[in-house]
């Protein structure tokens, strides 16, 4: 048993071979410039916000899955920067942006079923900063105040 990941408050343990994937992409943006001869020209804009996606597996030896994607949904509830620490290197603050589970191993016990091994894959997003809005923050502009 290895801690694989930190993310905000939440510890992602994992036994031997069930981290699955770890999957960074970095992107930059250009804009096209069309021109009336020839072929367009690119200009720089800037980096694209990385994104990381992982899958790993919550196991009932560790802990019990549906509790580990309760911990994570929560968190992803908050809508806040969370710190990433993969192994023993910090990466960032970033927002959960996706999460996907996928029930591998379910068993029944006296009537009630139990997931015993839960595939999941996290989708994160950097966070450069700023402030977060909430959707209840949304809901409050008003966008029309400025007709007043």
Known sequence: MAILATLG?????VLVNNFESFDLQAGYG???HEKLDGKP??????DRLRSIRFDFIFHRQLIDP??????????AERKQPLSLI????????WVIEDIRENPIKISIKEDET???VLKCQVQL???????LRTPE???AINPFSFLS
């Open 9 to 13: 408050d939440l510890r992602i343990e």
């Open 41 to 46: 020209t690119l200009q720089m804009v800037g």
């Open 66 to 75: 549906e509790l580990g994607v309760l911990q994570l949904r929560t968190l």
């Open 30 to 32: 250009y804009a096209t």
């Open 125 to 131: 997003l950097e966070f450069t900063g700023g402030r």
């Open 114 to 116: 139990v997931i015993t």
């Open 86 to 93: 993969f192994g023993e290197v910090y990466k960032g603050q």
């Open 137 to 139: 923050q949304i809901s």
